[in-house]
């Protein structure tokens, strides 16, 4: 398995580009801007992009989503749950946001435990409301990509419309930090951390 991460959009949220390294079959989650260079380096690695994965739907996390459709034609997956954000550029942000209004509707939704397969790898969709109703983290192998449910010493944020603190706990608590400690841990912004680390030393989890 091959990552590669690309801080995308002036908002620079963390967009992946995982594929596999055998047959070159891979996905792009949370395409937050930039199209251009995310294509460069889908062609310059001769990737063949199966599916568009969003964490959730916020404006900083889906600005090149339509770009991208439009130039590779490959479905956008998102929770059941994240249908009327990705819908309302006033609840998604983006309405607000440098990239303008952003109006989606996801092609396959997602739910809990369902499985996206590219390649010879397989992607668990972990269900993790709190930041946003819908909002979901990926594990793959040893990485979960956490969206901005978790961060490096931070957790993701609860004001806005769909966040709910107590949630948001829970899923930090009973469906993320559960996991193997050697976990690394890609979040929606920043830079990387692992399971254990986050249990130790972020300061809203003690």
Do not use: W
Not at 26 to 44: F, H, L, M, Q, S
Not at 124 to 147: A, M, Q
Not at 167 to 182: A, G, H, P, T, V
Request: glycine residues 10%; hydrophobic residues 35%.
């Amino acid at each position: 398995m091959k990552i590669q991460r690309i801080p995308a959009g002036i908002y620079a949220a963390n967009c992946y580009i995982i594929y596999c390294h055998n047959t070159k079959e891979g996905i792009i989650v949370d395409p937050g801007g930039d199209a251009d260079t995310i294509i460069e380096n889908i062609k310059n690695n001769k990737i063949e992009i199966k599916y568009i994965v969003l964490t959730h739907g916020h404006g900083d996390h889906i600005g090149a989503v339509k770009e991208l459709k439009d130039e590779l034609d490959v479905p956008l997956l998102a929770h059941e749950d994240e249908q009327e954000l990705l819908k309302n550029p006033n609840i998604n942000l983006s309405a607000t946001m440098a990239m303008g209004a952003i109006e989606l509707e996801p092609d396959i939704l997602l739910k809990d435990k369902d499985i996206i397969e590219f390649g010879n790898l397989k992607g668990e969709v972990i269900h993790t409301p709190g930041h946003t109703r819908g909002g979901i983290c990926l594990k793959l192998d040893d990485y979960l990509i956490s969206g901005d449910t978790l961060f490096k010493g931070s957790i993701g944020r609860t004001d806005l419309l769909g966040g709910n603190y107590k949630d948001l706990m829970d899923s930090i608590k009973n469906k993320i930090l559960i996991l193997d400690e050697n976990t690394i841990v890609l979040p929606g912004h920043g830079q990387s951390s692992t399971i254990l680390d986050e249990k130790l030393y972020n300061p809203f989890l003690n």
